[in-house]
């Protein structure tokens, strides 16, 4: 016993005079490294300190390393490079109306592809009763978009449509590159262009819905643990995989889904704080309501000098604007600039977007902005109409204005005008029409119903300046008492006139 004990001591002191050893050595290597070092650069060395030390200069230097450099001896080498966009093919199923309608839709989506920040190098569209059930486009068809892909050397595939998860999966299959609907289109575009924390949120939202139902998970790789009593060894029927990858992602989805209403129910509480301010000040408010790029913002700031962003792009402005402005007579009311709409407005963003709707649906006027430039102005009336009657925008006295009419077609405006019970024609970027646009706001915004006769002292210029933004005069007339006035004003600013009230003798 004591001698094994004994021979297992003096290994184990070997062993540590080895490590000493080699650590001297290293040691030694290094010093005469840095003095070698030192002497090429006709500089001292440093001195040489314990392991630790070193180990921290060492790890403090600043080292070069050679032939990393990419500095061009000859400027004519450089090679000037672009930004590589996606390139895309556009593929739309024709199922109703007529050709020039499919052809409206295809544009739209290169329109909306564009947007998104893609190049758009192809279009095709079917004439089918209904989508394919399997691939959408039929099977034959889609191994001709195949071919078009590899011909064009596109790396996706935009279908002017709702794809179905296994359709997007199906189609995926046979043309080899990555497939995505106009719905997954529209979201995308919008998480770009949302400003706001309250426009993230909604867009986030949309998109966490529309991912949820379209998770893919990889077979049994995406078991994680198991369920039942199967550690164990028991229970027959209990040996399950447990709580699957996909499964895990969908609960982590279905918590963030709920949090993000949370809070954009608070955020929802503020916006009717604002609103609710305002009516309860007597402010009437006209929503400008309208398709994407049908130059709602150049309007606004037409009408306000808003300064909101306007580019020549869809969805350019997500996040609503208020502005308070007057008519002619000085009454002020409240202008709201409200998102966009297109065809198919995806239903994940109109239940996002439903307390920025609901901006509209409390309005008590609504301008219905139309480009009259467009090939089909109808068409996109009926889209905003369908969209707005969710929210209630349906039942409120509506303005239909036709923007761009330096660059439309004269009898495009003509029937317009025709067919529309209150329609005005203007351009937002010359001004044309836009004084009789005023005039019809004028004459369309309600007016104040309580009619009083009072006798306001001089000092009390404050309540002759409220008659003049919320009510509406209609005598006026200057005595020794004070302004003698006959208005009609809102319910809530009659309390603070009873005072001055002249009493019929």
């Not at 090429?40 to 070193?54: I, K, M, N, R, S």
């Not at 998480?191 to 819905?209: F, P, Y």
């Not at 550690?231 to 027959?236: N, R, S």
Request: hydrophobic share 35%.
């Amino acid at each position: 016993m004591t001698s094994n004990h004994t021979h297992h001591t003096d290994e184990s002191t070997r062993a540590s005079a080895r490590a000493a050893e080699r650590e001297r050595a290293l040691f030694a290597t290094r010093a005469d490294a840095l003095a070698e070092d030192a002497h090429e650069a006709d500089v001292t060395a440093y001195p040489l300190y314990d392991g630790d030390q070193l180990d921290r200069e060492e790890r403090a230097a600043l080292r070069r390393v050679q032939g990393l450099s990419t500095e061009l001896e000859d400027i004519t080498e450089v090679e000037y490079r672009q930004l590589r966009l996606e390139r895309v093919v556009l593929a739309g199923v024709w199922t109703e109306g007529t050709a020039d309608d499919a052809e409206n839709s295809i544009r739209e989506l290169a329109a909306l592809a564009e947007t998104a920040g893609s190049t758009v190098l192809e279009g095709v569209v079917q004439r089918r009763q209904k989508p394919d059930p399997a691939t959408w486009l039929g099977k034959g068809k889609a191994l001709e978009l195949r071919d078009i892909v590899v011909e064009e050397g596109a790396d996706t595939v935009i279908c002017d449509g709702e794809l179905a998860p296994s359709q997007r999966r199906a189609l995926e299959d046979v043309v080899k590159v990555k497939v995505i609907d106009r719905t997954a289109l529209i979201l995308d575009i919008f998480a770009q262009h949302a400003k706001s924390r309250e426009g993230r949120a909604q867009v986030e939202l949309a998109q966490l819905q529309y991912l949820l139902p379209r998770l893919r998970g990889w077979g049994e790789s995406m078991s994680r643990q198991a369920g039942g009593r199967v550690a164990g060894g028991e229970g027959i029927g209990s040996r399950g995989p447990g709580e699957t990858k996909i499964e895990l992602d969908r609960r982590r989805i279905n918590t963030k889904i709920a949090k993000l209403r949370r809070d954009i129910k608070a955020m929802k509480t503020s916006r009717d704080t604002r609103r609710h301010s305002r009516h309860a000040g007597g402010v009437p408010s006209v929503a400008i309501a309208g398709y994407t790029n049908a130059g709602k913002s150049s309007l606004l700031n037409r009408l306000t000098g808003a300064g909101v962003l306007v580019e020549n792009q869809l969805f350019a402005t997500l996040d609503p604007t208020v502005r308070r402005t007057e008519t002619e007579d000085g009454r002020v009311y409240t202008l709201a600039d409200t998102v966009g709409f297109v065809r198919s407005l995806p239903h994940q963003l109109v239940e996002a977007f439903r307390s920025t709707l609901e901006e509209v649906g409390d309005s008590d006027l609504l301008l219905h902005v139309v480009d009259g430039s467009h090939p089909d102005p109808e068409g996109q009336i009926s889209a905003v109409r369908e969209v707005l009657a969710e929210v209630g925008g349906d039942q409120i006295k509506e303005i239909i204005v036709v923007n761009k009419a330096d660059i439309a077609d004269p009898e495009v405006l003509d029937r317009l005008q025709r067919h529309e019970k209150h329609c005005v024609t203007v351009s937002a970027r010359t001004g044309a029409g836009l004084a009789e646009l005023r005039a019809l706001i004028d004459h369309e915004l309600p007016k104040p119903d309580i009619e009083v006769e009072v006798l306001v002292p001089y000092d009390r210029g404050d309540l002759i300046s409220r008659l003049h933004e919320e009510g509406e005069i209609l005598e006026s007339e200057h005595v020794a008492e004070g302004t003698r006035l006959r208005a009609r004003v809102t319910p809530t600013m009659e309390p603070d006139l009873a005072a001055y009230a002249v009493v019929a003798s």
